[in-house]
């Protein structure tokens, strides 16, 4: 089965702190993804890797960054937290395989910025 | 660009009542179409795809949806609900012609199945 684990499940930060949340996938997938959920807006999509050091802007990059040093790992950064970005945050990864389209989603993290 | 949309934002059912999450999208050249479910404080969970082939598509949990190039739909339907079915719902599409590219989401519709 695959496996996407996120490392944190809920976390507490204060205004102006820089954030790190960690995602990890152990199905050696080429693509990477970071999701933010929040109530009646559905998931939209913050930033992208389909390789190792590489990155793409999703709709929603202000605010954030990421980093894959290692393909099996993609972070999302918050450079400075602001009350804004308290919501739910997935992540993802999917093979480059031809019609191996499926994403598979970790269980999230829902950060609180006070 | 692409775009999603879930017409029911709730949907209140009865246990073992017929349920159908509605879902339109917005460009009729190629897409692959997706519904998720997400269970109370848990990640998303693939129901089923449609990638090419039948239009009808059957998924977990007796799930099912069907493909309709011409009103550019992807209704998902089960025919007797279960409580356990209490969830929210997400129909995303992506392009095939773009590989590596992320889902784009509909807003969601909640489920919710009351006996």
């Known amino acids: 089965d695959v496996k996407v684990t996120q490392s944190s499940r809920y976390l507490v930060k204060r205004t102006g702190e820089k954030v790190f949340l960690e995602c990890v996938q152990d199905?050696?997938?080429?693509?990477m993804f970071w999701y933010r959920q929040d109530p009646g807006l559905g998931l939209r999509l913050i930033y992208f890797?389909?390789?190792?050091?590489?990155?793409e802007k999703g709709d929603i990059p202000e605010g954030y960054s990421v980093s894959r040093e290692k393909k099996e790992r993609f972070s999302l950064i918050l450079e400075s937290a602001s009350t804004n970005q308290t919501s739910m945050y997935l992540c993802?990864?999917?093979?480059?395989?031809?019609?191996?389209?499926?994403?598979?989603f970790g269980p999230g993290t829902r950060l609180l910025v006070l | 660009a692409q775009s999603v949309t879930q017409l029911d934002s709730q949907v209140p059912v009865f246990e073992e009542a017929p349920v159908e999450l509605r879902c339109n999208y917005s460009?009729?050249?190629?897409?692959?179409l997706f519904w998720y479910v997400q269970y109370p404080n848990q990640g998303l969970q693939l129901l089923l795809k449609?990638?090419?082939?039948?239009?009808l598509v059957k998924g977990i949990n007796g799930f099912e949806a069907e493909f309709n190039k011409s009103q550019t739909s992807f209704h998902l339907r089960k025919p007797s609900v279960h409580i356990s079915d209490t969830a929210e719902y997400f129909c995303?599409?992506?392009?095939?012609?773009?590989?590596?590219?992320?889902?784009?989401f509909g807003k969601g519709t909640t489920l919710s199945v009351s006996s």
């Open positions: 993802a990864s999917k093979s480059d395989r031809h019609f191996q389209e499926t994403q598979y």
């Open positions: 199905m050696d997938h080429e693509n």
């Open positions: 890797s389909y390789d190792v050091k590489m990155k």
């Open positions: 460009s009729s050249v190629s897409v692959y």
């Open positions: 449609y990638l090419s082939g039948s239009t």
């Open positions: 995303a599409v992506s392009d095939p012609d773009q590989a590596g590219t992320a889902l784009i």
